[in-house]
């Protein structure tokens, strides 16, 4: 039997990603423990990090953490506190792909890195992150098809019903089979004029800077030869992947005279501090945190995603596209919770809380 390098201490939100983490750290010969979703976080880490020898690492999901109304930097200072020096791995069990300056905000706060949702379709490259992460933690050299071995032994217990991502990652995978990567066909559906965005009327509203989503549809199966319904799972895909999304985030990319908006690359918005625009949204309340009421329903502390936008394009001087963006980041790191879990961040006149007022 060969020699256990170490241990992962696994607090994780989404069974799914549990099992196949879990399976992936048992082919490489790390030990995992895992914290149950029903327990202290901190109190449960510290436990078992006091009956754990050896190296220890912690991988812990973002959602885990803002469930007991943290952040990733409180969370990883209060571990600090309570552990000492100990390993800590981010993932972020929501995205297929995470963004760099999300990336770059985690490590700034401890991480060795932060890695978005595995799959067990595309093991060897979602499993990537994570196998660089053991690579640099623990030294030691992952085997690639030993994990796919782990992974694929475990066809009898993995619902695929239970992955969320199941239909993005089948639709990614066969992009990559034919050698044609998401950002490679974004790439080429800006450089072909043929989806056209501009400003667009929809019940005597005008949407800024966006196009149709039968357009996309059409171009994407003339492009890759496909049919419109496999064109219109690479449209979810490259929703999913955050390269563009609809107008106002209440509907999927659907093959229809829908309107939809490209995520572009942004200069500015790559050289936020993401610690300073969470402090000053927190302190200074630029736009009005109050007790709301909905249909019946009552949301303490909470804002509206419309005011929001505007404070942060007119506090940062950023286009609204850029406004638009940067909430949508705070949103997948936690900053800002739509009330219900329903929607991303929008310019529009949806209810959101920070996860600290939570």
Not at 314 to 336: K, P, R, V
């Amino acid at each position: 039997m060969n020699a256990v390098h170490g241990t992962v201490i696994l607090a994780q939100s989404d069974h799914y990603q549990e099992m196949l983490i879990a399976a992936a750290l048992h082919s490489m010969n790390i030990a995992v423990r895992k914290v149950k979703k029903d327990l202290p976080l901190l109190h449960e880490i510290k436990v078992t990090r006091e009956t754990t020898r050896g190296m220890v690492l912690v991988c812990v999901d973002l959602d885990r953490i803002a469930q007991e109304r943290m952040l990733w930097p409180q969370f990883t200072r209060a571990l600090h506190e309570i552990v000492g020096d100990i390993g800590l791995l981010a993932n972020q069990s929501k995205l297929i792909r995470v963004s760099h300056l999300a990336r770059s905000w985690a490590m700034k706060h401890g991480a060795i890195d932060l890695i978005g949702r595995v799959s067990h379709l595309r093991v060897s490259t979602s499993m990537r992150p994570l196998m660089e992460a053991m690579k640099d933690f623990f030294s030691i050299e992952p085997d690639p098809a030993r994990i796919h071995e782990f992974i694929t032994g475990m066809h009898g217990s993995i619902d695929e019903k239970a992955d969320t991502a199941f239909e993005n990652q089948k639709t990614w995978q066969r992009l990559e089979s034919i050698g044609m990567p998401p950002d490679l066909i974004i790439d080429a559906m800006l450089d072909s004029g043929k989806v056209i965005s501009e400003d667009r009327r929809y019940r005597f509203k005008t949407y800024r800077n966006c196009f149709l989503g039968n357009e996309a549809t059409l171009w994407i199966a003339e492009h890759l030869s496909t049919s419109a319904a496999q064109a219109q799972d690479i449209g979810k895909l490259l929703m999913g992947l955050g390269c563009l999304y609809h107008v106002i985030k209440d509907q999927p990319f659907i093959n229809d005279k829908f309107f939809y908006r490209f995520v572009l690359p942004s200069q500015a918005l790559g050289l936020m501090d993401l610690d300073l625009v969470m402090h000053e949204s927190r302190e200074m309340r630029g736009f009005d945190v109050q007790d709301r009421t909905w249909r019946g329903m009552r949301f303490q502390k909470s804002f509206i995603g419309s005011e929001a936008a505007q404070w942060i394009s007119q506090m940062y001087g950023l286009n609204s596209e850029d406004a638009i963006a940067l909430g949508q980041l705070l949103h997948d790191i936690h900053h800002f919770q739509h009330v219900t879990g329903q929607h991303g961040f929008i310019d529009h006149e949806f209810y959101y809380r920070m996860t600290l007022d939570s």
